[in-house]
């Protein structure tokens, strides 16, 4: 059983494995362990709130071949969500997992696609230089780098954002982390854009900035 907020059909509105665009089923999760300040789902942190369904019952709303897990933080759902990707893979479908960065990635799960955020200073968590980030301390750095499924998300609200964003981005290259990094400049902030693109220059040709197009369509 799995606490679902939502389920729909939409376009792929941001960067990762599946290209901006691509038709997806969205599967929300209901229940965050994070309350970022700039977060645009609120209406799935609270994890008593949303529906309980059976993963067959999920399986059987899945129409789409490319399959987005999101949130909330799917990583809360224990081995339900593992039981719900491994069918999904099954059935034919492609799944990519969004993940807010503070949850250890299973192993036996590294079969997904991943989208791992990096949390900048203006998500304003308590938790964000401590244990938050500890996916991206030495250790975690030699995983993300380790698997080829795994593309590394930063939101960008301001400059103090984007310093520590280019000082991660370092971390990872040192280490051997080879994919993209997505840049995602809150409210598609053209101004920042133009700003980073001159602060990351030596990143510039790995960098996908994340514009989330379905809301400047005006799409779920």
């Known amino acids: 059983m799995i606490r679902v907020n939502e389920i729909f059909e939409s376009i792929c509105g941001e960067a990762g494995f599946f290209p901006q665009g691509s038709w997806c089923t969205f599967i929300r999760f209901q229940g965050c362990n994070l309350k970022c300040a700039w977060c645009d789902t609120k209406k799935s ?3 008593s709130e949303g529906t309980v369904m059976h993963v067959d019952h999920v399986l059987r709303m899945c129409n789409t071949v490319k399959v987005i897990l999101t949130g909330g933080e799917p990583l809360l759902q224990g081995k339900s969500i593992k039981t719900l ?3 999904l893979w099954e059935n034919g479908h492609e799944v990519q997992i969004e993940t807010n960065g503070s949850i250890l990635i299973p192993p036996e799960m590294y079969n997904n696609y991943w989208v791992v955020d990096y949390k900048c200073w203006s998500s304003e968590h308590p938790k964000v230089h401590t ?7 030495p250790t975690w750095r030699g995983m993300l780098c380790m698997y080829p499924y795994v593309k590394v998300k930063f939101v960008i609200a301001c400059r103090a954002d984007a310093d ?3 000082k991660v981005m370092k971390q990872l290259t040192d280490c ?3 994919e993209d990094f997505i840049v ?5 902030n053209g101004s920042l854009i133009d700003w980073l693109k001159t602060r990351m220059y030596e990143y510039t040709n790995r960098i996908i900035f994340s514009l989330q197009i379905h809301k400047l369509i005006g799409m779920p």
């Open 45 to 47: 942190q609270d994890p």
């Open 85 to 87: 990707t491994d069918a």
């Open 131 to 137: 244990e938050l980030n500890k996916a991206f301390e």
């Open 164 to 166: 520590e964003a280019l």
């Open 176 to 178: 051997g982390y080879s």
């Open 184 to 188: 995602s400049p809150v409210g598609a």
